[in-house]
C-alpha cells in the first residue's frame, strides 16, 4: 500500500520478467495464465479484499478475481503489495495480512504460505535461492525496519537484515541487493546494498528525497527520487540519480523542475520511462537532460494520476486508483500513446507482473 497517496487522497477525496518470445508463443502454454500479465490489486487497507486480474500479450482474453476462482477456499488477504516470480513459483505479497502466498506463477494453484517473521512485508526479490523482502516493521517505530532472508527449501525466514526506515522497492544485480529507503511514514534519501553471499549489510548510498523506484542496466543503478511533496510544508525537487555499481559512487543527479514529483521509473530498450502526475515521459539513457514535454497524459481517461506502470511488448500499462475504494482500470497504450485497451480491475491496481 502507498501510505502517502492513500493520505493525499484521504484528504482530498521490480522485477518485471521477461514475457515469451514469438518461438514461446508456438509451445503449448504451461497454465490457464502462461502468456499474459499478472494484475496485482492491492484493495483497500483493512478489508481484505485483494485480488488479481489477467490480460493475455494479445489482450484478446481478460479476466478477474483469477486467485479466487482457482482457490476458492483461500482468501488472497489484505492489501497485496507485491509479486516475484522465481523458477515457476510467483510469491505475493501481502502487506496487511503481514504474509507471503505462494502460487504456480502459470496455473494459480495453491502452494503455500509463509506467514512467520514478516512485519509490514512491503517488496521482494531473489539471489542465490533465498528470496528478500522488505519489512516496515510498526509503523511508529523508526529502527525495527529489516529486510528477512527466507529459505525457499522450507519457506521459512531463516534471518533478518537491520536496515533504515522505510525500505520499499530491492532489486538483484551480481549477487548483491539494492534497496531504496522511502522512508515509511517518513522521507528516506538512501539506497542500502546488501550482500547476498553474507546477508549483511554492504553499504549505503545518499540519493535524494524519497527514492520510490530503481533499475539497473549496464553496470549502472538508475533511482527516480520523488521529493518531499508540497504538503509536507518541506517541499524538495525530485531527482533522476544514476549510480555505478562496480564502486557504489553516484555518477550524475539531474534535478526536475520545482513543483514535479516523478515515479514509476522503469528501462526498456535503451529507455528510460517515468510519470509525473498523469502524463509518461521518455528518454534516451544517453541524454543529459530531461524531455521538455511528455510522451503523453492520459488525462483523457481519467482526472487522477498514474498509481502503477510498465512497459513491456511495445506497450505501455498504466494503473489507475480511481478514487482509491472503487474498482479500478487499467488501460493499454502503444508506445506512441495510442490507447489499446482498459479494463475494470480489482481495487487499487498496483503492478504489472508477466508471464
Not at 48 to 65: E, H, K, M, P
Not at 105 to 123: D, Q
Not at 146 to 173: D, K, M, Y
Not at 318 to 338: F, I, Q
Request: hydrophobic fraction near 35%; include cysteine.
Amino acid at each position: 500500500m502507498n501510505f502517502k497517496k492513500l493520505f493525499f487522497a484521504a484528504i482530498i477525496g521490480s522485477s518485471l520478467f521477461t514475457s515469451c518470445t514469438d518461438d514461446d508463443a508456438n509451445e503449448t502454454p504451461l497454465g490457464n495464465y502462461d502468456n499474459g500479465v499478472l494484475i496485482l490489486n492491492q484493495g483497500g487497507f483493512g478489508y481484505g479484499n485483494a485480488s488479481l486480474s489477467y490480460f493475455s500479450n494479445d489482450l484478446s482474453t481478460f479476466q478477474n478475481t483469477i486467485f479466487s476462482l482457482v482457490n476458492p477456499t483461500i482468501t488472497l488477504g489484505d492489501t497485496a503489495q507485491d509479486i516475484g516470480f522465481y523458477t515457476n513459483l510467483a510469491y505475493i505479497v501481502l502487506n496487511g495480512s503481514s504474509k507471503i502466498e505462494i502460487v504456480n506463477r502459470f496455473t494459480l494453484a495453491h502452494v503455500g504460505t509463509i506467514s512467520e517473521g514478516l512485519s509490514n512485508p512491503r517488496y521482494i526479490q531473489f539471489a542465490r535461492g533465498k528470496a528478500y523482502v522488505t519489512n516496515w516493521g510498526n509503523g511508529g517505530s523508526t529502527t525495527d525496519d529489516f529486510v528477512a532472508v527466507i529459505n525457499l527449501a522450507t519457506n521459512t525466514v531463516s534471518s533478518t537484515i537491520a536496515v533504515a526506515e522505510g525500505p520499499e522497492r530491492i532489486i538483484e544485480e551480481n549477487d548483491k541487493l539494492y534497496v531504496a529507503h522511502s522512508g515509511g511514514f517518513g522521507y528516506g534519501n538512501t539506497i542500502s546494498v546488501i550482500n547476498a553471499a553474507t546477508d549483511a549489510l554492504q553499504t549505503t548510498i545518499a540519493v535524494g528525497d524519497v527514492p520510490n523506484s530503481i533499475e539497473e542496466e549496464d553496470g549502472y543503478l538508475y533511482v527516480i527520487c520523488g521529493g518531499k511533496p508540497f504538503w509536507t510544508q518541506d517541499e524538495t525537487l525530485g531527482k533522476l540519480v544514476k549510480i555505478r555499481l562496480s564502486n557504489n559512487t553516484v555518477t550524475s543527479t539531474i534535478s526536475f523542475p520545482e513543483g514535479q514529483h516523478p515515479s514509476n521509473l522503469v528501462i526498456e530498450n535503451n529507455s528510460l520511462y517515468y510519470t509525473v502526475d498523469s502524463g509518461i515521459y521518455k528518454k534516451t539513457l544517453s541524454a543529459n537532460t530531461l524531455p521538455a514535454t511528455e510522451l503523453f497524459s492520459i488525462s483523457e481517461q481519467s482526472e487522477y494520476d498514474v498509481y502503477s506502470f510498465a512497459v513491456k511488448n511495445n506497450k505501455i500499462f498504466v494503473g489507475d486508483a480511481v478514487d482509491y475504494s472503487s474498482n479500478g482500470k487499467v488501460y493499454v497504450y502503444s508506445l506512441d500513446g495510442d490507447l489499446l485497451a482498459n479494463k475494470t480491475v480489482g481495487v487499487i491496481p498496483a503492478g504489472f507482473y508477466f508471464n
